[in-house]
Structure formats: structure tokens, C-alpha cells
């Protein structure tokens, strides 16, 4: 872990340096001119402070060095182009795998399994420690069974552990067609209610076996705690439960059977988080929606403000009320004309930003000077050298103005080559580095 000595913040010291126990509960940052000796207690927590610092606007500090992610595909590639890595994963990966990188708001025990961490990258260059979900099962428990229906030797059908059946490529080498959902008429989700979003099995829904351990090592983290996260919010999630198409039929057909789901969650989330954060502080709240494609919202600004705003308002006043000020809301697409609506429920930013879907992070920044944003960094720019210096000239323009966290606005893709990833991240982390809040 790298840390700027909290005495002199940075302005003594040679270099990074890195935190040595020393016995019993003092900590000795070493090649810092100041030569501080500090109780554990006093220790700097610093990518937990970066974030912080970053979301409050504070002046004077560097922004955190994060990634999003990477395709398998990706990574399999580089390995012929060079990198060498020291820590393996724990099992092969596939192409059309997402290996999550330290920036990622997500896997969450609620809903991910069985993920993949780019941990080597993440020391390779040098990155801040990501944020994390409190260990709890917020959504189906307990999960689906998982079943495969049909498979050949190229292609499997089946249902997930989300309930929801998909045919796949069993490399993964695209997105899976999703052919049936758990939710089809208003008797599935009466069952579902009943079986797998109750809170009778509230202790089981823990993810660690000693969650008082947990809890005790939550204090003095180093990292941005999540409160709600994935795939928690008012559209996303009803993809998954209903299906896109019946989703948008129901708005106009069925607007009180939506309701009364959408109802439901919202005060089944509002139970966990109120136990929750009798147990710890939590740092922001993370939402999950991907409600977007290349041309705008996939909904209407009405049906956001009847189906979504009143309950983000509902879940996001109660984290206020427990002392949580930033609010971040995830979703591919073009998310500019969603960025009014969002705030108005109580959002202080939005990730990631894609920028080939149209979004421009500096025209967002002019028109919302105390926005956060994080990614923003088009992908297809990793293509050049040259590509690369041009777009990074706007993170050496956003830094200073605070509230901006720099990384690729998806998944870095396979076409991209180890040589120009190496040459991108290496100089973004230059500029992070060099460049401090004004």
C-alpha cells in the first residue's frame, strides 16, 4: 500500500513509501524526511481519504489511480504480447470474461459469483485499493439453482443463479442472449416475494462467517465502504426480474403491479440499510441501472419520475440520515440528459461515462461544476500513441477542478495492445501524480 506521510503530506518526501508494522500498534512511513512514528490509529486509511478527499472537492490533492475493468479476452492476449504475471488467477479465464479491476463498484455478494479480480494489474501499476460492499446478501436468497438445459459443444442454455435463462457461447465470446426471466406474471413474484426476498434468514444473508470480525476490521479500512450497490436501483433490476420488453409493456399495462414490486424492494432495502449502518459507517451509496444506449435513456423522463425518483429519494434521505453524503449511479449509454433528473433525486454523480455513446466529460463539468464523475476515458483511444496523449490532455484539464476520477468508460477491450495499455496507464498515473486539486 502506498501512503503520503500524514504530517508533512507529501511535501517532505523523496518518493512514495510504504507502511511497515512495527511491534506492538505504532506504524513508521519510511523515506519521508519527517520521519513521523504514528499509532495505528492515527494512520492515514489513503485510498479510503483520496476518495473522500476527491468527492468533497478538497483542494490540494490527487485523484485516485483506478481501472474498470478488463475482457478475458484481453488479458489472454497481452500474455503473448509480454506481460508476464506474477500473481495468477485462481482459475483459466474465458474471452468474454469481466476480470474486475480496483475501480469497479461492483462484484456484490448479492448478486455476482464465482468473479475474478485484476490483482496483479492492480500491482503492476501501482493502483489505490478499490472500493467494496459490506459482506451481505441484499438481493435473492437464497439464489436461484443454477440448471443447464440444453448445451452443445460450442453453446449451453441455461438458467443462473439470478433466475434469469440465458444461451450463451460457452467462451463467452459475446453477451448472452437472455431468453426467459423469473418474474412473468404477478403470482412469480408473489412466490419470490415469499421465498427469496424475505428477511426471516437475516443472519444467513451475511456473506463471512464472523461478522463481528468483519465489522471490527471495517474500522480502519483503507478503502471506499459501499452502502446498497449492485444491482440495487428502480431499473436495472426489474430487467433482470421481468425482461426488457415486458418491463416496458407493464409501465402502461400494468403500473400498479410495477409499483407495488418496486414498493417492496424499497422497503426491503430500507430494513438492511437501517441494520446495516448500525454496524458500520459507510462511505457513499452506489446504484446500479444501465438505463442508457448510444442515443439517451431507454425510459421516458415521466416514467423515471414515477417509477424511480420517489424511492431513490426515499433510499438516498436515509442515508443522509446516517451521515452518508455522496451518492454514485452506474450506467453505460449516452447518460448526459439522465445527469437533471438524477441529481434531482439526490445523485452527486455518475460512472462511466462512455464517450463514444456521446457523453463529454468537460462540457458535464462546465454545465455541472460539483458533479462527480468517474471513468470518462474512451477506450478506442488505447488504439494509438498518439490517441492516447490527445485524450489525456482533458484529465490534466478535469483534475484541477476536482470531483474526477480517471479511468477507461468500460471494460478495455482485446484490440487493444499490451505496449499502448502499459504506455496509457503509466502516463495517466504521471499526470495523476503531477497534477492536484485547485
Not at 486509511?45 to 481501472?67: A, H, P, V
Not at 414490486?261 to 462511505?283: P, R
Amino acid at each position: 500500500m502506498e501512503y503520503f506521510c500524514n504530517y508533512c503530506n507529501g511535501s517532505n518526501c523523496s518518493n512514495y513509501y510504504y507502511l511497515f508494522d512495527i511491534p506492538k500498534t505504532v506504524c513508521f512511513r519510511f523515506n519521508c524526511r519527517c520521519n513521523k512514528r504514528i499509532t495505528r490509529e492515527e494512520c492515514y486509511l489513503y485510498s479510503r481519504e483520496i476518495f473522500l478527499n476527491t468527492l468533497n472537492f478538497e483542494k490540494g490533492q490527487r485523484t485516485l489511480k483506478w481501472e474498470f475493468g478488463f475482457w478475458g479476452g484481453t488479458i489472454k492476449k497481452w500474455r503473448n504480447e509480454g506481460y508476464i504475471e506474477k500473481t495468477k488467477f485462481t482459475r483459466d479465464i474465458l474471452y468474454g470474461e469481466f476480470i474486475n479491476g480496483p475501480g469497479i463498484q461492483y462484484p456484490m455478494p448479492s448478486y455476482d459469483e464465482d468473479v475474478l479480480f485484476a490483482t496483479d494489474l492492480k500491482e503492476v501499476f501501482k493502483l489505490d485499493n478499490g472500493p467494496a460492499p459490506f459482506p451481505f446478501n441484499w438481493f435473492y436468497f437464497p439464489r436461484f439453482e443454477k440448471v443447464v438445459l440444453e448445451q452443445t459443444s460450442e453453446k449451453v442454455k441455461y438458467i443462473g443463479s439470478d433466475g434469469i435463462t440465458r444461451i450463451a457461447f460457452k467462451d463467452e465470446r459475446s453477451m448472452p442472449l437472455w431468453v426467459d426471466h423469473p418474474i412473468r406474471n404477478e403470482s412469480d413474484w408473489e412466490t419470490i416475494k415469499e421465498e427469496k426476498l424475505n428477511l426471516l434468514n437475516f443472519a444467513e444473508r451475511f456473506t463471512v462467517k464472523d461478522i463481528k470480525n468483519a465489522v471490527k476490521n471495517l474500522k480502519n479500512r483503507d478503502f471506499p465502504l459501499i452502502l446498497y450497490g449492485s444491482p440495487i436501483g428502480f431499473f436495472g433490476i426489474l430487467r433482470f426480474m421481468i425482461g426488457e420488453e415486458n418491463l416496458y409493456l407493464w409501465y402502461y399495462d400494468k403500473p400498479d403491479f410495477i409499483r407495488k414490486i418496486i414498493e417492496y424492494l424499497c422497503e426491503f432495502w430500507l430494513e438492511i440499510a437501517e441494520e446495516l449502518t448500525s454496524l458500520a459507517d459507510f462511505d457513499y451509496g452506489y446504484f446500479f441501472e444501465d438505463m442508457a444506449y448510444n442515443n439517451g435513456s431507454l425510459i421516458s423522463p415521466s416514467i423515471f419520475k414515477e417509477f424511480m425518483m420517489p424511492y431513490y429519494k426515499k433510499l438516498i434521505d436515509f442515508a443522509k440520515s446516517k451521515g452518508v453524503k455522496h451518492f454514485i449511479v452506474d450506467s453505460d449509454g449516452f447518460i448526459e440528459d439522465l445527469i437533471p433528473l438524477f441529481i434531482e433525486c439526490g445523485m452527486t454523480g455518475m460512472l462511466p461515462f462512455e464517450i463514444r455513446s456521446g457523453n463529454n466529460i468537460e462540457r458535464i463539468r462546465n454545465k455541472y461544476p460539483k458533479f462527480h464523475i468517474l471513468g470518462g476515458i474512451d477506450k478506442t483511444a488505447l488504439e494509438s500513441k498518439e490517441k492516447i496523449d490527445l485524450e489525456l490532455e482533458k484529465v490534466s484539464r478535469m483534475i484541477p477542478f476536482g470531483g474526477y476520477i480517471p479511468y477507461i468508460d468500460h471494460a478495455v477491450p482485446p484490440n487493444i495492445s499490451w505496449e499502448n495499455f502499459k504506455y496509457y496507464r503509466n502516463k495517466l498515473n504521471e499526470i495523476i501524480d503531477s497534477t492536484r486539486v485547485l
